[in-house]
């Protein structure tokens, strides 16, 4: 079996990348999510915001895979700026808890210079085991 091609229903088409890609053996890579919607569109342009909808579009590209939140093994979160995280720790858990519930897989956190899309205040990884 090849591997497949994850692009949820509905989401504007992706050029250059897929959203995600289901391995044979079940392994899910899912490429950065950014803040924007299925759209394409950023409707918000705060790091709290945008970290939402990352992470709720990590959980669409999971469930369209036949996944669910606890499957996804890994984040790796790529940050433009390391004080607005840490100035915002509690509510970032909040907003991580209303998408992701309690549930904590491996991380990584990069802060980076910049990323492609100028609106993009953050970009997010993640590898999900679909079985």
Known sequence: MDNKIIHPVGWKA????????LS?????????QIGWTADKI???HTFIGQMEQ????????VEAAGGGIKNIVRLT??????NEYLNNQKHIGEIYQKILGKHYPAMSMLVVKDLIE????????ATAIIS
């Open 14 to 21: 992706a050029k250059g990348y897929a959203n995600g890609i």
């Open 42 to 44: 950023f409707k918000t």
């Open 24 to 32: 044979n053996n079940g392994q899910l890579f899912i490429g950065g």
């Open 77 to 82: 979160w790529y940050i433009k700026n390391k």
């Open 118 to 125: 100028d609106e993009a205040l953050l970009e997010i990884e």
């Open 54 to 61: 990352a992470l709720s579009n990590i959980v669409t590209i």
